[in-house]
């Protein structure tokens, strides 16, 4: 049983900064991919930004250059640092581990940016 537990997020202003992680606990194939997703009420979950095993990135076009997603492999740990955030961003944040078909999800944590 594969377990991924958040923490970080909250409330801040706009353009100001928050820090979510993720770690990951069970039995974890090596070779896999952690990323963030979020969703805004009324709206679909969408990827925010993902990483993998061999520290490949992509990010969704409207974090880019103000997101940052990094790993500690040895930890099952991923991060994810939010700067100059926007009101645009509130959502609640998933993090995803995922791997051949396996796909697992955090409780979600929530991002609110005032403006």
């Known amino acids: 049983q594969v377990q991924l537990v958040e923490s970080g997020g909250g409330l801040v202003q706009a353009g100001g900064s928050l820090r979510l992680s993720c770690t990951a606990s069970?039995?974890?194939?090596?070779?896999?991919?952690m990323g963030w997703f979020r969703q805004a009420p009324g709206k679909q979950r969408e990827l925010v930004a993902r990483i993998s095993s061999g520290g490949s990135t992509n990010y969704a076009d409207s974090v880019k250059g103000r997101f940052t997603i990094s790993r500690d492999s040895a930890k099952n740990t991923v991060y994810l640092q939010m700067n100059s955030l926007k009101p645009e961003d509130t959502a609640v944040y998933y993090c995803?581990?995922?791997?051949?078909?396996?796909?697992?999800w955090g409780q979600g944590s929530q991002v609110a940016v005032s403006s």
């Open positions: 995803n581990l995922a791997y051949g078909f396996s796909n697992y």
């Open positions: 069970g039995s974890i194939f090596s070779n896999n991919v």
